[in-house]
């Protein structure tokens, strides 16, 4: 018995956001929507991957923003991820309190929090 790889990371939404989630996730961050099977589309949110990464949005009535929890979303060239998210309207928070990496934190369209981080060479201070 052995943990084999993360499948996907959910986050939830309030009800009828597919619209401003979609703008983010695919026009921000450059991810590709993908089908839900068709017993779970009727719940509303969306599906999301880039990559081998996967986000699932769920709808949740009651929804509050998770301000904590968050996905670690692993990026290339993190100075030019930042700049898009800025260019498109994301806060971005810098952290250097991790060590060897860089990494920010920013928020989707409906207040959750993400983190994206990028390892530092060897080299690198």
């Known amino acids: ?3 084999v790889a993360v499948d996907h990371v959910q986050l939830a939404a309030p009800p009828g956001s597919e619209v401003a989630l979609r703008a983010y996730y695919v026009d921000v ?3 590709k929507e993908i089908a839900k099977p068709p017993a779970l589309a009727a719940r509303g949110g969306c599906w999301f991957r880039a990559g081998a990464v996967e ?5 949740e009535a009651g929804f509050r923003p ?3 929890a968050h996905p670690g979303l692993r990026v290339r060239n993190i100075s030019a991820y930042a700049e898009r998210l800025a260019a498109r309207g994301a806060e971005i928070v810098w952290d250097d309190a991790l060590p060897g990496h860089r990494r920010f934190y920013s928020k989707d369209t409906v207040g959750n929090r993400l983190e994206f981080l990028e390892r530092k060479p ?3 201070p």
């Open 55 to 59: 986000l699932h949005l769920g709808v």
């Open 1 to 3: 018995m052995t943990l």
């Open 66 to 68: 998770a301000r904590k």
């Open 122 to 124: 060897p080299t690198q």
């Open 29 to 31: 961050l450059g991810m």
